[in-house]
């Protein structure tokens, strides 16, 4: 499975962005897909998932009501759509995907039960 992260760039305090994160090689309907970020000298955070099993959604503490995962119509699609953006949002942004066809996903403390990852595509949150 290889997955391509894309849709990151700049904007001001306040905007919104959607990412987008799109795989290849195998069909992802019994994974999991995780929105994981990481600034700069800091761990990699989860910021959002969704499950296959039942479409349940989490999301990490600080997003608040501010981000949406989502899965694309087109297969092997799936969407972060960013409101309202902070500074502190600033990050590069990744995309992965667990086998997990059963279970609900998982996003706190989770990233190394992950399967694959795409690349990232860099989130700037500045005026």
């Known amino acids: 499975v290889q997955l391509q992260a894309f849709g990151g760039g700049w904007v001001q305090p306040g905007g919104s962005l959607r990412l987008s994160c799109v795989g290849s090689?195998?069909?992802?309907?019994?994974?999991?897909i995780g929105w994981f970020r990481q600034a700069p000298g800091t761990e990699r955070e989860g910021v959002a998932c969704?499950?296959?099993?039942?479409?349940?959604?989490f999301y990490g503490d600080f997003v608040d009501g501010r981000f949406t995962i989502s899965r694309g119509n087109a297969r092997n699609t799936f969407y972060l759509q960013m409101n309202n953006l902070k500074p502190e949002d600033t990050a590069v942004y990744f995309c992965?995907?667990?086998?997990?066809?059963?279970?609900?996903?998982?996003?706190?403390?989770?990233?190394?039960?992950?399967?694959?990852w795409g690349q990232g595509t860099e989130v700037t949150v500045s005026s």
């Open positions: 992965a995907a667990e086998h997990r066809p059963y279970s609900r996903c998982r996003i706190k403390d989770s990233a190394d039960v992950y399967d694959y």
């Open positions: 969704i499950s296959v099993s039942d479409s349940s959604t």
């Open positions: 090689g195998l069909p992802l309907d019994y994974y999991a």
